[in-house]
């Protein structure tokens, strides 16, 4: 027969190995073998890809290896690492003992015109005390494994927050590109249509022409010119909006691009993968899966609450009393367990539990959604690069055409051949296509951005170790088979 002191500490051991609640099991969903317009061809580790480099851009390289090491949103995002590290400590530290030590000293006594004196006394003492709750149920190991969950989000978040910052950046500086490419072209043209202005006031002098070409003429030089400082302020803003990211002022941004440049141009195709790569590439999918592993822990955290609880608690009291008239010393202390024992509390613990079931259910919801999103992301941003091309080449050839009108229109005016109408139709439809053109490829360059973006390139900095130094598990998924 097995005595009660050796089976004791046996069903401690037991019962130290119980953990309430379902354990977290990486979710599944069934996802397409490739996307609509992607091939089938998986992708590997594109986090260190540097997309932005394709452009040939060096200012935009120069700026984008700036914010990544300087953007306050990155900051902010590092900084809540270090609260979710600390999350972790606090989760565990109710299951682990407690030892709180205090001491005191007091000095007593009385003085006044009574003939009877209290003589002066001297106290000391101290208390020890330890108290361990028994973690029988897991209740702190499942909070425990909520904060690392938590955790693994928070550096799967800064690393979104990355991507987040290069988009922003990215597509600021091709905005400001494409308005200082918009006010190039209103000044060229402004050029052209004073030389046009010049030429019918001089036909008007030589009598082939009539006032009303000259009014004409007129006003379309001074449209040309009520249209550059909208562009100039638009590229402004994007430029301050640049400063903002890099956490720089306004004035050294604008220097540096103030001599103009090139709209960015990407040619080429990227390899955007199957959607199973986007579980492991996209950090915000990585960070719903976690936060779901941190909600399903949390059920375990809440049915611990409804079993008994044992604390093991103990003090120890020494006092040393000095006077005299007599000294001495003495020390007190106590050991024993305590059971709470949850009987009825108006249905609160059962309702945590259920409340905990729900949450863990919204984020399988919002782990779903967050992949669908992605997916959508990509077929969104492919079908556009894929055809963003075919834009950008036939208004190129739509402006060739138009500037060979102009000149044709042109020359025929000066010979008498034509009206001024025609010139000024001309120089209309070669302004109207430029911009066109300009516009055309500063969104197949926020396309090029997008696609980058939506697989999750890019948000590792050159040279340097991904922040994720625990990263979240791979989740599993279900590839319907392609037909």
Wanted: charged share 15%.
């Amino acid at each position: 027969m097995v005595s009660i002191r050796t089976a004791a500490p046996a069903l401690l051991l037991v019962l130290a190995g119980c953990v309430s609640g379902p354990d977290h099991k990486p979710p599944e969903m069934p996802l397409p073998a490739k996307f609509s317009e992607g091939g089938t061809k998986a992708n590997g580790d594109i986090a260190g890809s540097q997309w932005w480099t394709a452009f040939g851009d060096s200012k935009l390289n120069a700026f984008a290896a700036q914010g990544l090491a300087q953007n306050l949103n990155i900051q902010q995002s590092l900084e809540r690492i270090n609260q979710a590290e600390a999350a972790v400590v606090t989760a565990g530290a109710g299951g682990l003992p407690s030892l709180t030590v205090a001491g005191d000293h007091t000095t007593s006594g009385q003085k006044g015109s009574l003939r009877t004196q209290t003589e002066t006394r001297n106290s000391t003492g101290g208390t020890a005390s330890v108290s361990w709750l028994l973690d029988l149920w897991g209740q702190y190991r499942r909070a425990t494994e909520s904060a690392n969950a938590s955790l693994d989000a928070a550096y799967s978040n800064v690393d979104t927050a990355r991507l987040t910052y290069l988009q922003d950046l990215a597509t600021s500086y091709v905005n400001a590109r494409y308005y200082q490419a918009l006010v190039a072209i209103a000044r060229e043209n402004l050029k052209s249509r004073r030389d046009t202005l010049s030429l019918t006031k001089f036909q008007l002098e030589a009598g082939a022409a009539s006032r009303l070409d000259v009014v004409q003429a007129e006003g379309l030089v001074n449209s040309t010119l009520s249209t550059i400082p909208g562009f100039e302020i638009s590229y402004r803003q994007a430029v301050h909006h640049i400063a903002t990211l890099l956490n720089v002022p306004s004035s050294t941004i604008i220097a540096q691009m103030q001599g103009g440049g090139s709209q960015p141009v990407f040619r080429g195709s990227v390899r955007t993968g199957v959607p199973a790569d986007l579980i492991r590439n996209r950090p915000d999918i990585r960070a719903a899966e976690r936060n779901l592993a941190a909600a399903t822990a949390q059920i375990g955290v809440a049915e611990a609450k409804l079993f008994p609880s044992i604390t093991l608690s103990g003090a120890i009291s020494p006092s040393y009393i000095h006077s005299p008239s007599a000294s001495g010393s003495l020390t007190s202390w106590s050991f024993g367990p305590a059971l709470n024992l949850p009987i009825f509390d108006g249905g609160t613990l059962r309702a945590g539990v259920k409340s905990a079931e729900s949450s863990s259910r919204e984020q399988y919801i919002v782990w779903q959604q967050t992949v669908r999103t992605a997916i959508q992301d990509v077929e969104n941003a492919l079908s556009a690069v894929t055809r963003d091309a075919q834009t950008v080449a036939a208004l190129h050839a739509q402006v060739k055409s138009y500037q060979e009108a102009l000149q044709l229109s042109t020359a025929s005016y000066k010979d008498g051949a034509s009206s001024l109408l025609d010139v000024l139709d001309a120089q209309r439809n070669v302004t109207s296509a430029q911009q066109s053109l300009a516009q055309a490829v500063q969104q197949s360059a926020i396309d090029y951005i997008s696609l980058n973006v939506a697989i999750g390139a890019g948000y590792v900095p050159a040279g340097k170790a991904t922040v994720a130094a625990a990263p979240a598990k791979v989740v599993k998924v279900a590839a319907k088979k392609a037909n």
